[in-house]
């Protein structure tokens, strides 16, 4: 019989499953178990089977190596899953990468903000930022967390703030002494938070700008009238004339401040009213046509469909009055503004088009911007503040509706609003 078999031989005792080798120290132990009986007496014997098995138990315990066996018997696919479950979890971008500074797994919404991820190449193939891999080179070289920031500008730009933290783990391969480390990185997507700063800063400096110009005038003319003018009075008349009109510029100026902050409080609430879009149409056509006559305007809208849209009565008017306002003062000299509604496959389109001067192509993205002009001088000259289309673009948010423009240099503008159709997602 050979080793292996006489160790794979065993026997039951106690309902305990024994090899060979605890055979012969249990047959000991009940030797000299019978042997203290004898002389010692039966008050012995309790003792000794407990110690043989006492002895059987130690025997039978798993040795380190054969519990440290039994830890690594979980698959290595096991473990990766288990990881990748819990970053699936994370809402942010997740990376980890290897103690080589590899990518060896990610989550989704990595995948989706850094299409170019991929297993077992370097981050550098993904995020071509000399921050984030000197935060990376950090972390492997001195085991200390490392923060950065980059921007993408193509497709879109996005702003992350990227956070790269050690991981050591035990019982990893071990490199001059020490566990090899991991490096799981986490991208924090601040594009919007940027942007709403960026824009609240701007909000703040052209509004008072806007406010500065119109009080400086009157601040002057009135100085004026008290000075060197306080005895002119043809002079007076002109200079009064011009502080009132400054005086309702700051007034159009705060009302479409305060719309708007109206308007944006309430964006996320949608209208519940059906609204015949035709009569509102035509109560703004009658409330401009003081203002076509004299632009020397037409405004046309023949034909237009009785269609009913979900929405807000006054919201809708503001819309349109501005649109029809802008196509008749920047378009006068086209002498005709065209105003349509109809039912089409997109939804239900509502066109206000003039046969001005044009808009510039790199202009057109930008004008529902506050307080963006296209000519500084020309809007400021004809009453506008710059805040009309940033109305209409939160008022049509709220309608779930979309603004189109397309215009051509020298051959007009048309600004087309499309609805949904009634109970329509």
Same mark, same amino acid.
């Given at each position: 019989m050979t080793m292996a078999t006489q160790n794979q031989e065993s026997v039951t005792l106690l309902g305990l499953r024994l090899d060979s080798f605890v055979i012969g120290a249990v047959a000991s132990t009940v030797a000299i178990a019978g042997t203290l009986t004898v %002389?010692?007496?039966?008050?012995?014997?309790?003792?000794?089977?407990?110690? &043989?098995?006492? +002895?059987? #138990?130690?025997?039978?315990?798993?040795?380190?190596?054969? *519990?440290? /066996?039994? /830890?690594?018997?979980? =698959?290595?696919?096991?473990?990766? #899953?288990?990881? *990748?479950?819990?970053?699936?979890?994370?809402?942010?971008?997740?990376?980890?990468?290897? /103690?080589?500074? $590899?990518?060896?797994?990610?989550?989704? $919404? &990595?995948?989706?903000?850094?299409?170019?991820?991929?297993?077992?190449? =370097?981050?550098? !193939?993904?995020?071509? =930022?000399?921050?984030v891999v000197g935060a990376v080179e950090q972390v492997l070289r001195e085991g200390t967390l490392a923060e950065a920031e980059f921007q993408e500008k193509v497709p879109v730009e996005r702003s992350f703030e990227v956070r790269a933290t050690p991981i050591r783990i035990d019982g990893a391969a071990i490199s001059h002494g020490k566990p090899l480390t991991n490096v799981v990185m986490l991208f924090r997507d601040v594009t919007a938070a940027q942007r709403s700063e960026r824009m609240r800063v701007d909000f703040v400096a052209n509004a008072s700008h806007e406010l500065r110009t119109p009080l400086a005038s009157l601040?002057?003319?009135?100085?004026?009238?008290?000075?060197?003018?306080? @005895?002119? +009075?043809?002079? *007076? @008349?002109? !200079?009064?004339?011009?502080?009132?009109?400054?005086?309702?510029?700051?007034s159009r100026l705060i009302d479409d401040l305060l719309s708007l902050s109206r308007i944006e409080l309430k964006e996320h609430v949608p209208p519940i009213d059906e609204i015949r879009l035709d009569a509102v149409l035509r109560e703004v056509i009658d409330t401009l046509s003081p203002l076509a006559l004299e632009c020397k305007t037409a405004i046309h809208a023949e034909g237009l469909a009785a269609l009913t849209v979900t929405g807000d009565r006054d919201e809708l008017i503001r819309v349109f009055e501005n649109l029809i306002e802008n196509a008749v003062k920047y378009g006068q000299s086209g002498g005709r503004v065209d105003v349509t509604l109809a039912e089409t496959e997109r939804g239900i389109s509502a066109t206000v088009?003039? !046969?001005?001067?044009?808009?510039?192509?790199?202009?057109?993205?930008?004008?529902?911007?506050? !307080?963006?002009?296209?000519?500084?001088?020309?809007?400021?000259? @004809?009453?506008?503040?710059?805040?009309?289309?940033?109305?209409?673009?939160?008022?049509?948010?709220?309608?779930? &509706?979309?603004? *189109?423009?397309? %215009?051509?240099?020298?051959?007009?503008?048309?600004?087309e609003v499309v609805f949904p159709r009634r109970g329509a997602a």
């Amino acid at each position: 019989m050979t080793m292996a078999t006489q160790n794979q031989e065993s026997v039951t005792l106690l309902g305990l499953r024994l090899d060979s080798f605890v055979i012969g120290a249990v047959a000991s132990t009940v030797a000299i178990a019978g042997t203290l009986t004898v %002389s010692g007496g039966p008050i012995v014997m309790p003792a000794i089977v407990g110690l &043989a098995v006492s +002895a059987v #138990a130690f025997l039978r315990r798993p040795s380190r190596a054969r *519990q440290v /066996a039994a /830890a690594n018997s979980y =698959s290595k696919e096991t473990v990766s #899953a288990g990881i *990748q479950a819990i970053l699936s979890g994370i809402a942010d971008p997740v990376v980890v990468l290897d /103690a080589a500074g $590899q990518v060896s797994m990610f989550n989704a $919404q &990595a995948k989706m903000a850094l299409p170019q991820l991929a297993t077992g190449r =370097s981050l550098s !193939f993904a995020v071509r =930022s000399p921050e984030v891999v000197g935060a990376v080179e950090q972390v492997l070289r001195e085991g200390t967390l490392a923060e950065a920031e980059f921007q993408e500008k193509v497709p879109v730009e996005r702003s992350f703030e990227v956070r790269a933290t050690p991981i050591r783990i035990d019982g990893a391969a071990i490199s001059h002494g020490k566990p090899l480390t991991n490096v799981v990185m986490l991208f924090r997507d601040v594009t919007a938070a940027q942007r709403s700063e960026r824009m609240r800063v701007d909000f703040v400096a052209n509004a008072s700008h806007e406010l500065r110009t119109p009080l400086a005038s009157l601040y002057g003319f009135i100085e004026t009238i008290e000075g060197p003018a306080r @005895k002119d +009075a043809a002079a *007076q @008349k002109r !200079f009064l004339a011009i502080m009132r009109e400054q005086a309702r510029r700051m007034s159009r100026l705060i009302d479409d401040l305060l719309s708007l902050s109206r308007i944006e409080l309430k964006e996320h609430v949608p209208p519940i009213d059906e609204i015949r879009l035709d009569a509102v149409l035509r109560e703004v056509i009658d409330t401009l046509s003081p203002l076509a006559l004299e632009c020397k305007t037409a405004i046309h809208a023949e034909g237009l469909a009785a269609l009913t849209v979900t929405g807000d009565r006054d919201e809708l008017i503001r819309v349109f009055e501005n649109l029809i306002e802008n196509a008749v003062k920047y378009g006068q000299s086209g002498g005709r503004v065209d105003v349509t509604l109809a039912e089409t496959e997109r939804g239900i389109s509502a066109t206000v088009r003039d !046969f001005g001067p044009g808009i510039a192509p790199e202009h057109v993205p930008r004008l529902t911007e506050r !307080f963006y002009r296209v000519d500084v001088a020309d809007s400021r000259q @004809k009453g506008g503040t710059g805040l009309g289309l940033a109305l209409v673009k939160h008022i049509l948010n709220r309608h779930k &509706a979309r603004l *189109q423009v397309s %215009s051509e240099l020298g051959s007009g503008a048309s600004f087309e609003v499309v609805f949904p159709r009634r109970g329509a997602a």
